[in-house]
């Protein structure tokens, strides 16, 4: 009888220990989450690179395959539509909308863009209604996102083959163009 009421004690101790230390711990892991990150590194968007290894590099994206090269941009929809685009075009590149904790809410690649390139505006639902009353024309070869995310994060990925690419990759994020739509 002794040993079991030792046993139940040691493990109501042993338990108790590491429910404390989940608790002191919930404050350093909740601050490691894409948003915070993206947050310390820079403005609503801004487009930050999220692979490679220079100091400016936000790693969102560990541990991915050494082709691909990534950036990233955070975005709030009450200021309006969001309009992400690049004049170059690469042989592959995907696109991802992203909520505040990180879920997937979109996707689409190169494949879906108008003649490869990377042209999309990502709206609620109410600016998309307002939006189809008076299309601008420097918009009509855009790929439209309704989301119901207002705040989110876009996160661009392309493909880099080889070496001889990575001028073109350079050009592709350096011109990259995250902004909220007038």
Not at 77 to 90: C, F, I, K, N, V
Request: glycine share 6%; proline share 6%.
């Amino acid at each position: 009888m002794g040993k079991l009421l030792y046993a139940i004690l040691v493990g109501l101790v042993g338990a108790a220990i590491i429910h404390i230390a989940i608790l002191f711990l919930i404050p350093h892991t909740t601050s490691r989450d894409a948003w915070s990150q993206l947050e310390e590194a820079g403005e609503l968007y801004q487009v930050t690179p999220a692979t490679g290894s220079s100091a400016d590099v936000v790693p969102l994206v560990r541990n991915g395959d050494p082709l691909f090269r990534a950036a990233a941009c955070r975005f709030d929809l009450a200021d309006g539509g969001l309009q992400l685009s690049s004049p170059h075009q690469l042989p592959f590149w995907s696109l991802s909308i992203h909520d505040r904790a990180g879920q997937t809410t979109y996707s689409l690649t190169d494949r879906a863009a108008s003649a490869g390139l990377l042209d999309v505006v990502i709206m609620s639902p109410l600016q998309m209604v307002e939006m189809r009353r008076a299309m601008p024309n420097d918009l009509e070869r855009a790929v439209f996102i309704e989301s119901t995310t207002s705040e989110g994060i876009a996160l661009v990925r392309a493909l880099v083959p080889d070496q001889s690419w990575n001028s073109v990759a350079d050009r592709f994020f350096r011109d990259l163009n995250c902004q909220p739509l007038p």
